[in-house]
């Protein structure tokens, strides 16, 4: 690690002002998606609520598409992958060994979240045949423009290209220090992309080998149940791959910014290999409800994702235990009085300690959704996005926007334009996600359906046990405009910090951990087996409920058309050129 | 590796929970009997629904003494038969399965809820007891028209529905 880094000589910027330029491109894409993702955000929590309906319900699918994709794809993914480079350039202390190719991963994801967002915006306009009001989930046979599968397709082989890179960087070093720990922030990210590779070899089969082709015309029908399974072996450790980025942020800035040091380097190493062996082979506790799926299965998958809850609560323990004995070096006292001694008034530290907090809650609520028969309860209920509100859009969205009050300057060598903002922005979003998930919690176990326009039915009424609907409304609709006035005073004012002067003295090292890397056991740093297991734990989670969902209903499916029917025009103008080709091929055999 | 003992602790506890929760839902599965969404059905062509003994006329049938079958197709953007009506105190059986694409069937208030797949055809069984209506909605986006997606299951007494019956 550099000493001069390590010293606070010198902030990132100064040391590789041309890596800094790729992470601050990176987080600039997150941020603008955040900002545009929040903005449908709020049109859907006054819509569903009746509180404004400026759009036809119809065209809500469209606004819901674009926040989950904007959000959950571009908004977590584009930080992530600026985070991940600052934190391998930083802990490796060398560039990137080819800074041309950085720029061609980055600009691959760039080309394929614009393809998908305009493929999802063509749903606004009727006179186009682009559209694709599929959800974030995009279960067939309801049918996206190619544009949609094909962006996101690119998007993808930006993000594996992306963990080549960290690859190459951590080969090079090693070359270099063959004696040495892989540093603990390099090892979260490689450990992190493992899990990534093996859970993209899911979605690539749904996408490549069925739904792109489906949606070119080259295939007539596919097996809905078969991509919507294949789309969850990726749909759940993608939730990890949300995570992993904030787990890195809490385990090794957090505890700096409380003013100590990381409690455990090895235990870290520990949660991230328990994280790249568990993610994978849960995927089906979200098809507990699947027709077509053995109900064996689906106990397997509650049993594993049950265990996975180890690493989050080994992980709580490390974090507060780190945040204390900050507390304790800044002369904290007593049981509790120690947590007065902490600097709530850092925007950075408050807003991290206010995610890990609702991470706890949203824990819980996952827990509940986890469990095989209370899930029947719960499932496709507005239960699920308060749930998934908690996770990713606390732990996740708000680490990832405190951590930028503390990251920004170092990339920029500017001061934040305002930190009282930054605070109340931080305590905002925690008081609106209070209200907003809360309503969500409430309406769900009410019976109350997510994705949907209009939660009011002509036959029935829901009732509460105490309270109203119309108060559950109410207090979505306010956490939900909080929510949005949060997220425009985040991006303000990382903007405006633009306009502050140059100044040096930014930097703020990272110490190491109070029992350091080499107590941990050497083959923890053995990445080569880990993975190993976790493909083998993979191969045998998925390959006997994918063969039987294919023994049972076809590769392609026992039948069905697709919708909306957007591959008409599409083949109508393919196939012509399809057949001038074969006969052209046709002719040169001959 | 060094832990500290107020760690080893915390892990134990964790895995003591962990463990709990497991045999918790087992229980819940095995003893009490909640049965879960399987695969005990055929796939069916979702185009051929109306070449389908049981779906080409959706409709609930009486199978043993106090059985029912019911027999449930979700389409864009509505239930079949609607409303689906079973006499008080029998066990009803539900198949269900899709014409088109991905919906949902939810009985409002209670756990008969399951995702429906074009395809495969969705199994569960409920016992009634009391007489009344309950709503069932789509939980799962079907397209531009899911939010008007509803149905409705009418629990009637069993000398009301016996009377039913014998008009037809």
Redesign the interface.
């Known amino acids: 690690m550099s000493d001069a880094l390590e010293a606070g000589a010198s902030t990132f910027v100064d040391q590789f002002p041309a890596e800094s330029k790729v992470v601050r491109a990176a987080l600039w894409s997150s941020f603008l998606s955040l900002a545009l993702g929040a903005v449908f955000g709020i049109i859907q929590s006054l819509h569903r609520t009746d509180v404004l309906r400026v759009f036809e ?2 065209d ?2 469209t606004i ?1 598409t674009a926040h989950g994709v904007l959000m959950v794809v571009s908004f977590t993914i584009f930080f992530l992958v600026g985070l991940f480079t600052w934190a391998v350039v930083r802990s490796l202390d060398r560039p990137v060994e080819n800074i041309r190719y950085t720029w061609t991963w980055y600009g691959l994801m760039v080309t394929g979240s614009l393809m998908a967002v305009i493929a999802i915006l063509g749903g606004f306009v009727d006179s186009t045949s682009l559209s694709a ?1 599929v ?1 974030f989930t995009f ?1 067939a ?2 049918q996206a423009h190619p544009l949609f599968y094909g962006g996101l397709a690119i998007f993808l082989i930006g993000t594996w290209l992306a963990g080549a890179d960290w690859f190459r960087s951590w080969w090079a070093w090693k070359q270099d220090n063959p004696d040495e720990r892989i540093p603990l922030q390099t090892f979260m990210v490689l450990v992190t992309m493992l899990m990534w590779y093996i859970a993209s070899i899911g979605i690539t089969i749904a996408v490549v080998g069925f739904l792109l082709p489906w949606s070119l015309g080259l295939i007539d029908q596919v ?3 078969l991509t ?1 399974t294949l789309f969850w072996f990726w749909g759940h450790p993608v939730v990890y791959f949300w995570l992993m980025p904030a787990y890195l942020l809490w385990y090794t800035v957090l505890p700096k910014i409380a003013g100590g040091r990381l ?2 380097d ?2 870290a190493r520990v949660v991230f290999v328990l994280f790249l062996l568990l993610s994978t082979p849960v995927g089906i506790h979200h ?9 064996g299965f ?2 397997i998958a ?2 594993n994702t ?2 996975l ?2 690493p989050s ?2 992980t709580a ?2 974090v507060v ?1 780190s945040v204390e004995h900050g507390a304790r070096q800044r002369g904290g006292t007593g049981l509790f009085g120690w947590l007065r001694a902490l600097p709530w008034r850092d925007p950075a530290f408050t807003g991290m300690m206010l995610a890990g907090l609702m991470f706890a809650a949203g824990g819980f609520s996952g ?1 509940i959704n ?5 899930n ?2 719960v ?3 507005l239960w699920v996005p308060g749930h998934f509100h908690l996770t990713v859009g606390t732990a996740v969205a708000l680490t990832f926007m405190a951590a930028t009050y503390w990251l920004w300057p170092q990339l920029t060598n500017r001061r934040l334009y305002s930190r009282p903002i930054g605070l109340a922005q931080v305590v905002l979003w925690f008081v609106g996600m209070a209200l907003m998930s809360n309503a969500m919690h409430v309406a769900g176990l ?2 109350v ?7 009011q ?7 509460p046990m105490f309270g109203s609907i119309a108060e559950l409304d109410i207090q979505l609709a306010v956490g939900g405009t909080i929510l949005f006035v949060s997220t425009l005073l985040f991006v303000v004012n990382i903007a405006l910090s633009s306009g502050t002067p140059r100044v040096s003295g930014l930097s703020s090292s990272l110490p190491p951990a109070l ?1 350091g890397p080499n ?3 050497q083959v923890l740093d053995n990445i080569k087996l880990w993975f190993g297991i976790a493909f083998v734990l993979v191969i045998l989670a998925y390959t006997l409920p994918l063969a ?1 969902i294919v023994s ?3 590769l392609l ?5 697709a ?2 029917m957007i591959a008409a025009p599409i083949k109508s103008t393919l196939t012509p050129i399809l057949s001038v080709s074969v006969e052209w091929l046709g002719g040169l055999v001959a | 590796m060094d832990i500290h003992n107020y760690e080893k602790l915390w892990l134990v506890l964790a895995m003591v929970m962990i463990v709990g929760f497991i045999s918790t839902t087992t229980y819940g599965a095995t003893a009490l009997g909640i049965e879960m969404i399987s695969d005990d059905e055929e796939t069916i062509d979702p185009n051929a629904l109306d070449e389908d003994p049981r779906f080409s006329e959706p409709r609930v049938e009486q199978v043993g003494e106090n059985e029912y079958e019911a027999y449930v197709v979700a389409r864009q953007f509505v239930f079949e038969p609607d409303p689906i009506t079973v006499p008080a105190n029998s066990t009803v059986t539900f198949y269900i399965t899709s014409a088109d694409v991905i919906h949902g069937f939810e009985v409002v208030g209670t756990n008969a809820n399951t995702m429906v797949i074009p395809g495969e055809v969705a199994t569960l069984t409920v016992e009634p007891n009391e007489p009344g209506e309950y709503g069932i909605l789509c939980n799962e986006y079907c397209g531009g028209g899911h939010h008007v997606m509803e149905g409705k299951l009418v629990v009637e007494p069993e000398a009301e529905f016996d009377r039913g019956e014998a008009d037809e």
């Open positions: 319900s119809a809500y699918y819901l009001d959800l279960y046979p309801l097996n809905p149940l919507r409690f455990s090895p235990l098809q507990y409800l699947d027709p077509g799926i053995a109900d689906k106990f509650m049993t049950m265990f809850l180890l609560l080994l323990f490390t235990a827990m986890a469990g095989l028969n209370i029947y309860l499932h496709n209920t009410l019976g359906p997510r994705r949907t326009a209009e939660p039915y002509e036959g029935f009424a829901f009732e029992s107590d941990a056991p039987s049972r209903g076809g499916g026992p039948g069905g058309d919708f909306p």
